[in-house]
T-cell receptor
Framework: AQKITQTQPGMFVQEKEAVTLDCTYDTSDQSYGLFWYKQPSSGEMIFLIY??????QNATEGRYSLNFQKARKSANLVISASQLGDSAMYFC??????????????FGSGTRLQVQP | DGGITQSPKYLFRKEGQNVTLSCEQN?????MYWYRQDPGQGLRLIYY???????QKGDIAEGYSVSREKKESFPLTVTSAQKNPTAFYLC?????????????FGPGTRLLVL
């Protein structure tokens, strides 16, 4: 069963506008972490933002914020004031309970964001 | 400069050939991971290692092998048993960003079959 679902294969946004990238997840763990990564055409995976399952406040990092709705199991990324350099693939990922020792990430299929001038 | 390096950037494999992808880190972290990314898709876990001389299979380990003889190094061998090796391979290790543990990635290796 897919654990991370990103339903938007592609998104367009005008420069300087805000955009929301959707992510829903499925887990039975009480303790988990949610991550967003940016992947430009060069291929590198750039960490953007993290939300822990017990964090009461939504995470923010500069122009990035994470809209965490635990009951809905959603962790949407909001990018404010879009810039041309934001054009890239964006991946949502989850790390489930640390007790397994694995601590690996499960990734969604990604959303390609294109910022238009 | 602390970080993760991967080499080579591009690698070509002939039919029946084993090839090894390098991953080195100087972040002094124990846990290291190998992921595979196919075009237009997310990453999938191949192997991981939590400590030197120990490693575990991930979700798609068939046709791959790894070793962890040193803390800094976690090479991945793509064997001839891997029938569809063309992909982008990313190495990662866990590190701390503030009070939070997360995975940071190397620049990746693109493997192509001749």
């Amino acid at each position: 069963a897919q654990k991370i679902t990103q339903t938007q294969p592609g998104m367009f946004v005008q420069e300087k506008e805000a955009v929301t990238l959707d992510c829903t997840y499925d887990t039975s763990d009480q303790s988990y972490g949610l991550f967003w990564y940016k992947q430009p055409s060069s291929g590198e995976m750039i960490f953007l933002i993290y939300q822990g399952s017990y964090d009461e406040q939504n995470a923010t990092e500069g122009r990035y914020s994470l809209n965490f709705q635990k009951a809905r199991k959603s962790a949407n990324l909001v990018i404010s004031a879009s810039q041309l350099g934001d054009s890239a693939m964006y991946f949502c990922a989850m790390r489930e309970g640390k007790d397994t020792g694995r601590r690996a990430l499960t990734f969604g299929s990604g959303t390609r964001l294109q910022v238009q001038p | 400069d602390g970080g993760i390096t991967q080499s080579p950037k591009y690698l070509f494999r002939k039919e029946g050939q084993n090839v090894t992808l390098s991953c080195e880190q100087n972040l002094n972290h124990d846990a290291m991971y190998w992921y595979r990314q196919d075009p237009g898709q997310g990453l999938r876990l191949i192997y991981y290692s939590q400590i030197v001389n120990d490693f575990q299979k991930g979700d798609i380990a068939e046709g791959y092998s790894v070793s962890r003889e040193k803390k800094e190094s976690f090479p991945l061998t793509v064997t001839s048993a891997q029938k569809n090796p063309t992909a982008f391979y990313l190495c990662a290790c866990i590190t701390l960003a503030g009070a939070m543990e997360t995975q940071y990635f190397g620049p990746g290796t693109r493997l192509l079959v001749l």
